[in-house]
């Protein structure tokens, strides 16, 4: 199963653009990338995932590099209540049915007034 | 539509015991996995069920186990717990067993002392 790479910690000013960069070198061609985000002391949630092109919602924008070796999370205008742990992650896919999330550690990004 | 919830949010426990929590997925639901997170682990994937089957396991000792009942509603027990149980357990569910974005409950957290 492919395994992320993330910066431990990042600060955003309110306001601002907040990039959140993930390494997934060794994702397989038919892995998505995952992220969630997780804040103090709740369950992780869902904010956006692809496989190849770049993606966007309401919450975020998903950028995947042509290699899909890495990818970028934007939030355009972070917010305090953007202050959290973003975990990227790339979905197993091992033989059968067997499928799971691996989870890193996270980016604990703060947002700064 | 109703979240996922986790019940009980809160758990003591000593050494040796046992302990069971439960889990009630977002209605419609049928996939629920189950992860323990740990500060210095991140989040670990413990077993997902779907149609009261376990469909995928991870590397966790037998003392862990879980059931699923016929309404999706799942259960985990831990028996003999270990100091090293404390963690806060979430519960997520998803629309089907392919289906990967998964919503989180917010976690029970367990001590045992």
């Known amino acids: 199963d492919a395994k992320t790479t993330q910066p431990t910690s990042m600060d955003c000013a309110e306001g601002r653009a907040a990039n959140l960069p993930c390494n997934h070198s060794?994702?397989?061609?038919?892995?998505?990338v995952y992220w969630y985000r997780q804040i103090h002391s709740q369950g992780p949630q869902y904010i956006i995932h692809?496989?190849?092109?770049?993606e966007t919602n309401e919450m975020a924008s998903l950028i995947i590099t042509e290699d899909r070796k890495s990818s970028t999370l934007i939030l355009p205008h972070a917010t305090l209540r953007d202050t959290a742990v973003y975990y990227c992650?790339?979905?197993?896919?091992?033989?059968?049915?067997?499928?799971?999330?691996?989870w890193g550690l996270g980016t604990s990004l703060a947002v700064n007034p | 539509k109703a979240g996922v919830t986790q019940t009980p949010r809160y758990l003591i426990k000593t050494r040796g015991q046992q302990v069971t929590l439960s889990c009630s997925p977002i209605?419609?639901?049928?996939?629920v996995s189950w992860y323990q997170q740990t500060p210095g682990q991140g989040l670990q994937f413990l077993f997902e069920?779907?149609?009261?089957?376990?469909?995928n396991k991870g590397n966790f000792p037998g003392r862990f186990s879980g059931r699923q009942f016929s309404n999706s509603r799942s259960e985990m027990n831990v028996s003999t717990l270990e100091l090293g149980d404390s963690a806060l357990y979430l519960c997520?569910?998803?629309?089907?067993?392919?289906?990967?974005?998964?919503?989180f409950g917010p976690g029970t957290r367990l001590l045992v002392l």
């Open positions: 997520a569910s998803s629309l089907r067993l392919d289906q990967e974005t998964q919503y």
């Open positions: 209605s419609g639901h049928r996939s």
């Open positions: 069920y779907f149609s009261e089957t376990q469909r």
């Open positions: 060794t994702i397989s061609g038919n892995e998505y």
């Open positions: 692809g496989l190849k092109n770049n």
């Open positions: 992650i790339v979905r197993g896919n091992n033989a059968g049915n067997n499928r799971k999330l691996i």
